[in-house]
């Protein structure tokens, strides 16, 4: 069965940068979507960026120019690079995976998630 498991959260200050991983296993990498979704204290959930299985990436506004996804599907790693880190940027970070074909892996719905990391920027 599929199974995602985030590590790299922590405390840092603003302006600051992080390294989210999830290491993906169940998951054929021939098709689908991963990505990033968040939820902050208080906030509903949100998408952060995505990433389709030929490498083609997608970004949240918020992301956008600051954050960097990517894959490695040798090690089966999804990977998030947060730089430049805000307050508002504290949340939970979820990894995430989805089968089938999307026209936006940003906007696909997702079946598999992780437990969660928590970031938190100060």
């Known amino acids: 069965h599929v199974q995602l498991v985030e590590s790299g959260g922590g405390s840092v200050q603003a302006g600051g940068s992080l390294r989210l991983s999830c290491v993906v296993s169940?998951?054929?990498?021939?098709?689908?979507?991963t990505g990033w979704f968040r939820r902050a204290p208080g906030k509903e959930r949100e998408r952060v960026a995505a990433?389709?299985?030929?490498?083609?990436?997608s970004y949240a506004l918020t992301a956008k120019g600051r954050f960097i996804i990517s894959q490695d599907n040798a090690k089966n790693t999804l990977y998030l690079q947060m730089n430049s880190l805000k307050l508002e940027d504290t949340a939970m970070y979820y990894c995430v995976a989805q089968g089938g074909i999307w026209d936006s892996c940003l906007k696909a719905a997702y079946t598999y998630w992780g437990q969660g990391t928590q970031v938190t920027v100060s």
């Open positions: 169940g998951f054929p990498r021939v098709s689908g979507c």
């Open positions: 990433i389709d299985w030929d490498g083609t990436t």
